[in-house]
């Protein structure tokens, strides 16, 4: 199933994919890494927050256990300008950058056909990964799955201001990448990712894979459920197609 409200004379002139969910199929295994330090913290991962969290970059994360494992310790919520709060804080964070490294480490499954697809895509424009992963993170996701050859750059959540749900990100993609972002076609899966591409002026197209509700998805310019389905290829092509068209003419006026 693939269908797009992508207007008919647009084309992209960059794409920028998340990796967390698009390329790589670690978003539930990241549930499960927080799943596991919330309850190692004795604090209860509920739906309510695991739908708060779904996305979101690994210091939010750590923000949210550190602030409910404090107060399910102590009984009141912390004073979070206090010397001792920053260091429960540090410990928390220290704990899931730990545990998130180990789980990457120990290898996770690539989305089916997702790197066959941005392979593609960059032989003809050219690509980055924007991801709320930590630089350090995000490297190794790059550099373990066979994805760095193939994009110009990858934007983490150290690398910006702020990170998704804010459109940071996907701005200072497209600036390496040298085009404005509303030349950019995106890729997401999660609401925070969704909101930061839209935001940031993206043509988002949202992988809902098998399973998921399509009442629950977040908004975009198009949807998806496989990157093998010939109609999300077919779409490619045309663009490619419009893309090299417009490059050629470009290229004969000077």
Request: with cysteine; proline share 6%; glycine share 6%.
């Amino acid at each position: 199933m693939f269908e797009h409200t992508v207007p008919s004379d647009w084309f992209p002139r960059c794409a920028v994919f998340d990796c967390d969910g698009i390329l790589l199929d670690s978003e539930t295994v990241w549930n499960d890494v927080q799943r596991e330090l919330f309850a190692r913290w004795s604090v209860p991962f509920t739906e309510e927050v695991e739908h708060r969290l779904t996305g979101l970059a690994a210091a939010d994360v750590a923000e949210e256990l550190a602030l409910l494992s404090y107060e399910a310790q102590n009984g009141q919520k912390p004073d979070t300008a206090s010397a001792e709060y920053a260091e429960h804080l540090e410990r928390v964070m220290k704990d899931l950058l730990t545990t998130e490294h180990e789980v990457i480490s120990s290898g996770v499954d690539l989305i089916e056909g997702a790197q066959e697809f941005l392979s593609f895509l960059s032989e003809h424009m050219p690509v980055a990964v924007a991801s709320n992963s930590t630089a350090k993170i995000l490297t190794l996701k790059m550099e373990s799955y066979g994805y760095a050859p193939l994009v110009r750059t990858w934007v983490s959540s150290n690398d910006v201001p702020n990170g998704k749900p804010a459109p940071d990100m996907y701005l200072e993609a497209a600036r390496r990448l040298g085009f404005e972002s509303h030349e950019a076609l995106a890729f997401e899966d999660s609401p925070a990712g969704a909101q930061a591409a839209r935001d940031a002026g993206t043509k988002v197209m949202i992988y809902t894979p098998a399973g998921t509700d399509p009442a629950k998805a977040p908004a975009g310019f198009g949807r998806f459920d496989s990157f093998k389905d010939p109609q999300l290829w077919e779409a490619a092509r045309a663009w490619v197609a419009k893309l090299e068209t417009a490059q050629q003419s470009e290229a004969a006026q000077g």
